[in-house]
């Protein structure tokens, strides 16, 4: 299992030397729970919260055969960047292969401390999950959009009736057409002396943005 922290459109990115000996990932719902009078209390759902997941471990001092990656001084390479992170409340992608965490977060607390005995440097810091504002509604709006529509060719159709028609405008008809093409190709080939339009005639078409 490793652990990458990236930020900059991962172009730059830590990977921690020594994983935690262990972390749980929180998840919840934003469930309300209200009393109505005569009633008692009800539950109302609410949508998913955000997922937090606290990593505890150390920045080693020294060479160990047991890290995850080759020795860089601690201060340098870890602690002053996860601070400018921290600080800057920039937003990070948590990656922890070996598991399905791979998500964007901001890192919520930070702590550290020196250890004299061999030079290691103690951390934890506590990251939650970063979601734009609208981001589930913009998903849903484009789902819609995207969804494919099935129709079965009849007399009088053309791809520009039906793409207005299905997607409320028939400037995209020869997109549309183009990603029917196996469908023309086989009718075309059952009726050759046909126009394109009679031969389609009780094919299935697909019309899709």
Known sequence: MNIYIKWSNDTESIKLPINPESFTLSDGMSNTTVTVHGFGEINLKGKRGLKEITLASFFPGQEYDFAQDTYKEPYENYIKKIKALFESNETVHLIITGTDIDGFFTIDSWQYGHEEKNSDVAYSMTLKEYRMPGSENV???????????????????????????????????????????????????????????????????????
């Open 139 to 209: 998903q849903k709006r484009q789902t819609k959009q995207a969804k494919t529509v099935t129709h079965k060719w009849k007399k009088g159709d053309t791809w520009q009736k039906l793409t207005k028609s299905k997607l409320g405008s028939s400037k995209k008809w020869k997109d549309v057409r183009k990603k029917n093409l196996t469908v023309i190709k086989k009718a075309k080939k059952k009726y050759p002396k046909k126009k394109e339009k009679e031969a389609l005639i009780g094919y299935k078409v697909v019309i899709k943005a």
